[in-house]
């Protein structure tokens, strides 16, 4: 079974530019998160998805940030402008639903954003 | 803001002793979880504890849960150079699926 599969791995930007992650969530897991991981930090939620329902987004500088998901499958996350503070590593996961999985979460291995 | 802060920041051991590391939290849980991140990866689920379990076992893997002290530890046995990784406590609330996670331990194993 296939993981949690994101693109692209690595990105460097100029700061003021848009960038778009991609990430394509394990097959039948109908929750999917966007997560920021900051060095030396651990995750923190910026969205969450119940198919294609945003059930949590209060995380999420919307001013900058924008995500979809489509046909409650796949799903991007934009910034739009970049800023310097934006560089991180973006994680995507997905999980069953809760009652079902207890809330296990399964990551992608991340894009590795940097704004220069 | 982070619900857990694990301790210590970051532990180096021989290979082959046992690595212990422990999560603090400041709210009602209903689960926690530990999680493993290798190096320019994504996080790997280790092992689950319900709010009303005190211990839990799987392979190498020992979780101890004290809930009247917000507090979990994690006990690797038997350490092996690819258990070099950095390790998350996760916790969440009942009614609310939120993960929060704690800062992180880096456990480097020396061969």
């Known amino acids: 079974e296939a993981g949690v599969v994101q693109s692209p791995r690595y990105k460097i930007i100029e700061k003021k530019q848009p960038v778009a992650f991609w990430c394509n969530p394990i097959?039948?897991?109908?929750?999917l998160y966007w997560y920021r991981q900051n060095l030396g930090q651990g995750p923190e939620l910026l969205i969450r998805?119940?198919?294609?329902?945003?059930?949590?987004d209060s995380q999420l500088p919307k001013d900058r940030f924008s995500a979809e998901r489509l046909k409650g499958v796949d799903s991007t996350l934009k910034i739009q402008p970049a800023e310097l503070g934006d560089s991180a590593v973006y994680l995507c996961?997905?999980?069953?639903?809760?009652?079902?999985?207890?809330?296990?979460?399964?990551f992608g291995a991340g894009t590795r954003l940097s704004v220069l | 803001s982070q619900q857990g802060e694990e301790d210590p920041q970051a532990l180096s051991i021989q290979e082959g002793e046992n690595a212990t590391m422990n999560c603090s939290y400041k709210t009602s849980i209903n689960n926690l979880q530990w999680y493993r991140q290798n190096s320019g990866r994504g996080l790997v689920h280790l092992i689950l504890i319900r709010s009303n379990e005190r211990e839990k076992h799987s392979g190498r893997l020992r979780v101890t849960l004290d809930t009247s002290k917000k507090s979990s530890s994690l006990l690797i046995t038997a350490s092996r150079a690819a258990d070099t990784a950095s390790y998350f406590c996760?916790?969440?609330?009942?009614?609310?699926?939120?993960?929060?996670f704690g800062t992180g331990t880096r456990l480097t194993i020396i061969p």
């Open positions: 097959s039948g897991h109908n929750t």
């Open positions: 998805y119940e198919n294609e329902e945003a059930v949590d």
């Open positions: 996961a997905s999980s069953l639903t809760w009652r079902r999985a207890k809330n296990i979460q399964y």
């Open positions: 996760a916790t969440d609330r009942l009614g609310n699926e939120k993960l929060t």
